[in-house]
C-alpha cells in the first residue's frame, strides 16, 4: 500500500514530464517504422521478383535483430553520435525483417490465378503490383507493421542509453537512484503504449481490409 501511495503522489508530481516522454518515445518509435516501411516494402517487393534473393536478404535481416540492442547503439553512437538520430536508426534496423518478411509472404500468397487473370487483361508488372498484388497483400503488411510497432516500442526505452529521450530515462534514472517508483513510472507508460498502438493497428486492420483478406492473413501468418 506505501508503494501506491508513492506511486500515485509521483504520478501527479510528474504527469507533465511523463507525458512529454511518452510523446518522445511515440515520435522515435513511430519514425522507425515509417523509414522500416519505405526499405522493407520495396526490399520485399524485390526480392518476390528475384528469388534468389529471398535467403540472403531474410538471412541478414533476421541477423540484424539478432544483435543485441546495447552494442548497435554503441556502433551507431560512433556514426551519429548521441540523439534521437541514433536512436531512429537502431530501431529501424529492428523493424526491417517483420516488415520484408510480411511484404514477401503478402505477395507471393496471392492467388496466381488472380495474377494471370489481371496479364490476361493486358496489364503490365508494375500495374498488376499496385493494383492486385499490394492491396491484396495489405492485410498481411499491416500484420508486419503491428510486429514492427511493438518492436520498436519495446526497444526504444534502451534508446536514452544513447540520448535519444523517451521513456527508458525514466526507468534507467530509477535504477541509478535505486527507485522503484521511477522504473515502474517509465515501465508501465511503455507497456501500455505497446498495448495500445497494437491495438490501434489492429482496428485499422479490421476497418480497412475485407472479412476475406483477414480470413486469408490470419492463415499466412
Known amino acids: 500500500m506505501e508503494f501506491l501511495s508513492d506511486f500515485a503522489r509521483y504520478l501527479g508530481s510528474n504527469s507533465g514530464r511523463l507525458l512529454e516522454l511518452t510523446w518522445e518515445h511515440l515520435q522515435m518509435s513511430l519514425a522507425a517504422v515509417f523509414f522500416g516501411l519505405l526499405v522493407g516494402v520495396p526490399v520485399?517487393?524485390?526480392?518476390?521478383?528475384?528469388?534468389?534473393?529471398?535467403?540472403?536478404?531474410?538471412?541478414?535481416?533476421n541477423a540484424l535483430q539478432t544483435i543485441p540492442a546495447l552494442a548497435f547503439v554503441g556502433f551507431l553512437m560512433v556514426l551519429f553520435g548521441l540523439g534521437r538520430d541514433t536512436g531512429i536508426a537502431v530501431?529501424?534496423?529492428?523493424t526491417l525483417m517483420p516488415i520484408i518478411r510480411a511484404t514477401y509472404t503478402g505477395i507471393t500468397s496471392v492467388d496466381p490465378s488472380m495474377v494471370e487473370a489481371a496479364r490476361g487483361m493486358g496489364m503490365t508488372r508494375w500495374q498488376i503490383l499496385r493494383m492486385v498484388q499490394l492491396p491484396m497483400a495489405f492485410s498481411v503488411l499491416?500484420?508486419?507493421?503491428?510486429?514492427?510497432?511493438?518492436?520498436?516500442?519495446g526497444t526504444a526505452t534502451i534508446m536514452s542509453?544513447?540520448?535519444?529521450?523517451?521513456l527508458g530515462y525514466e526507468i534507467f534514472s530509477g535504477i541509478q537512484r535505486v527507485n522503484d517508483v521511477r522504473i515502474v513510472g517509465g515501465a508501465i507508460p511503455a507497456a501500455l503504449?505497446?498495448?495500445?498502438?497494437?491495438?490501434?493497428?489492429?482496428?485499422l486492420e479490421r476497418r480497412l481490409t475485407s472479412p476475406g483478406l483477414r480470413i486469408r492473413a490470419e492463415a499466412v501468418r
Request: aromatic share 12%; no cysteine; glycine share 10%.
Open 91 to 94: 530501431l529501424f534496423f529492428y
Open 142 to 153: 499491416l500484420v508486419g507493421v503491428r510486429v514492427a510497432t511493438v518492436i520498436a516500442i
Open 44 to 61: 520485399g517487393i524485390l526480392i518476390v521478383r528475384y528469388r534468389k534473393l529471398v535467403h540472403p536478404v531474410l538471412w541478414v535481416a
Open 161 to 166: 542509453l544513447a540520448g535519444a529521450g523517451g
Open 193 to 203: 503504449l505497446a498495448v495500445l498502438t497494437d491495438a490501434v493497428i489492429a482496428w
